[in-house]
T-cell receptor
């Protein structure tokens, strides 16, 4: 069965600095997507970035980028020039659809604090 | 943040009560989802609806009964719940058929449920 592990329950970063959130996953499938979602306090969860397993190039979205290591089953999120608004819970997620079965697995989340 | 709305935002109910959660999406999407978010546990996918048809039921107890009368509305009917069902219930929608694994899901703000 697929699993997603976020080993850092909480992280802190100084404003304007860079922080990396880790995520590892386990799967035997070859076709899947990986996502990072952000859930600010009392606000809606939003998509930060996604990565297709078949693409070797790491995805980037402005200050957010991923380090996707398919062989190591690692999918870390790097936030550059951290801002106060980046403070939130960050969830790593795995999604696949294989042989009529739809899987969408989330990690337990990492709480990011941004220090002024 | 008005794309996906959920009502009520907070709900307290006894174990013998019957209540319903409502979700509405204003994005013209075709797929809708119910998730359960419990403290310190991964987000759990409960149900998926695709063009009003239920396509996924992830072994959810029968005390949770979903209903999707049209592509814009999704309900979760609750009856004889247990205290361990207390959680944040999130609704989400996506544009495609629910099997487009790379598509973005848009989340509502959630209903915070407390079962006494």
């Amino acid at each position: 069965a697929q699993t997603v592990t976020q080993s850092q329950p909480e992280m802190s970063v100084q404003e304007a600095e860079t922080v990396t959130l880790s995520c590892t996953y386990d799967t035997s499938e070859s076709d899947y997507y990986l996502f990072w979602y952000k859930q600010p306090p009392s606000r809606q969860m939003i998509l930060v970035i996604r990565q297709e397993a078949y693409k070797q190039q790491n995805a980037t979205e402005n200050r957010f980028s991923v380090n996707f290591q398919k062989a190591a089953k690692s999918f870390s999120l790097k936030i550059s020039d951290s801002q106060l608004g980046d403070a939130a819970m960050y969830f790593c997620a795995y999604r696949s659809y294989t042989s009529g079965t739809y899987k969408y697995i989330f990690g337990t989340g990492t709480r990011l604090k941004v220090l002024a | 943040e008005t794309g996906v709305t959920q009502t009520p935002r907070h709900l307290v109910m006894g174990m013998t009560n019957k209540k319903s959660l409502k979700c509405e999406q204003h994005l013209g999407h075709n797929a809708m989802y119910w998730y359960k978010q419990s403290a310190k546990k991964p987000l759990e996918l409960m149900f998926v609806y695709n063009f009003k048809e239920q396509t996924e039921n992830n072994s959810v107890p029968s005390r949770f009964s979903p209903e999707c009368p049209n592509s814009s509305h999704l309900f979760l009917h609750l009856h004889t719940l247990q205290p361990e069902d207390s959680a944040l219930y999130l609704c989400a929608s996506s544009q495609g058929h629910g099997r487009e694994v790379g598509e973005t899901q848009y989340f509502g703000p959630g209903t915070r449920l407390l079962v006494l």
